[in-house]
Nanobody, 124 residues
Framework: QVQLVESGGGLVQTGGSLRLSCAAS????????MGWFRQAPGKERELVAC????????YYADSVKGRFTISRDNARGTLYLQMTSVKPEDTAVYYC?????????????????WGQGTQVTVSS
């Protein structure tokens, strides 16, 4: 059974930086595509970024393109999200997810495994 545990969330000022981590264990997570999603109060869960199992392909939501970077270290079983130039609208609970395929997908419905989430709050 795959387990995902996020860390690194917290309070950050507008324009600041934060790095989220997701420790993955169980199964063959190194062969799975993974992604970061977020959900703000009263809104649907949305994709932030996703990455192919090998790291050779990534996709970013337009709202974070150029500011956030997704990466993975398969040897360490860890997924990262480097957040820079953060804005108040980035405030949300951020979730790590993995799917039973090496190819990326933008839909949360295609992801099987989810972490418990980590809160990111950006103050203005």
């Amino acid at each position: 059974q795959v387990q995902l545990v996020e860390s690194g969330g917290g309070l950050v000022q507008t324009g600041g930086s934060l790095r989220l981590s997701c420790a993955a264990s169980g199964g063959t997570v190194s062969t799975y595509a993974m992604g970061w999603f977020r959900q703000a109060p009263g809104k649907e869960r949305e994709l932030v970024a996703c990455i192919r199992w090998s790291g050779s392909s990534t996709y970013y939501a337009d709202s974070v393109k150029g500011r956030f970077t997704i990466s993975r270290d398969n040897a360490r079983g860890t997924l990262y999200l480097q957040m820079t130039s953060v804005k108040p609208e980035d405030t949300a609970v951020y979730y790590c997810a993995a799917r039973n395929s090496g190819s990326i997908s933008m839909s949360p419905r295609d992801y099987t495994y989810w972490g418990q989430g980590t809160q990111v709050t950006v103050s203005s």
